[in-house]
T-cell receptor
Framework: AQSVTQLGSHVSVSEGALVLLRCNYS??????LFWYVQYPNQGLQLLLK??????LVKGINGFEAEFKKSETSFHLTKPSAHMSDAAEYFC???????????????FGKGTKLSVIP | NAGVTQTPKFQVLKTGQSMTLQCAQD?????MYWYRQDPGMGLRLIYY???????DKGEVPNGYNVSRLNKREFSLRLESAAPSQTSVYFC????????????FGSGTQLSVL
């Protein structure tokens, strides 16, 4: 079964500083990789995903993530934090096969990002 | 653009009561999902329906049943609610599995006393 580890349940950054949220997965075959964001009292929305091709993926709101197979990582970054980035961020993975595993998105436990003015 | 609509938004139950959470999507998606979210646990898949007419267990199916009523609707039923089922429940849909983006509803906050 897939597993996802997000390092740090809470991360605080100053406005304008670099945002780095870490995600590692455990799978011998690289899975599909996702980052979702959840604003207070809302459902999740997709920031970006990696399925194939270029390993640096750009998403919405200036976020990007790089798939590193050798490190089994998919860390999320943003060069300059904005107050509106304060939210909870979830890394998620699913299998690449076409069977049941491809429907079972496994989420990390989430990282709550605070942005300090 | 309604997207994924869940009802109700809030519900309080007593232990042993039953209820059904409703979910509907208007994006003509084949696949639908029910997740629960608990603090510090992320989201965990309860059940999913890869296509109309099929349902399968996810990671935490015990105590729940589901019905894929038609392509649009996917309901989650708690037959005898327990305090351990206090959680926020999210319905989601996607075109299919395998790397597709999930569209989430706004959630149902359920408390079981």
């Amino acid at each position: 079964a897939q597993s996802v580890t997000q390092l740090g349940s809470h991360v605080s950054v100053s406005e304008g500083a670099l945002v780095l949220l870490r995600c590692n997965y455990s799978s011998s075959v690289p899975p599909y990789l996702f980052w979702y964001v959840q604003y207070p009292n809302q459902g999740l929305q997709l920031l970006l995903k990696y399925t194939t091709g270029a390993t640096l993926v750009k998403g919405i709101n200036g976020f990007e993530a790089e798939f590193k197979k050798s490190e089994t990582s998919f860390h999320l970054t943003k060069p300059s934090a904005h107050m509106s980035d304060a939210a909870e961020y979830f890394c998620a993975v699913s299998d690449r096969n076409t069977g049941a595993g491809s429907y079972q998105l496994t989420f990390g436990k989430g990282t709550k990002l605070s942005v300090i003015p | 653009n309604a997207g994924v609509t869940q009802t109700p938004k809030f519900q309080v139950l007593k232990t042993g009561q039953s209820m059904t959470l409703q979910c509907a999507q208007d994006m003509n998606h084949n696949s639908m999902y029910w997740y629960r979210q608990d603090p510090g646990m992320g989201l965990r898949l309860i059940y999913y329906s890869a296509s109309e007419g099929t349902t399968d267990k996810g990671e935490v199916p015990n105590g729940y049943n589901v019905s894929r009523l038609n392509k649009r609707e996917f309901s989650l039923r708690l037959e005898s609610a327990a305090p351990s089922q206090t959680s926020v429940y999210f319905c989601a849909s996607s075109g299919r599995g395998g790397g597709e983006k999930l569209f989430f509803g706004s959630g149902t906050q359920l408390s079981v006393l």
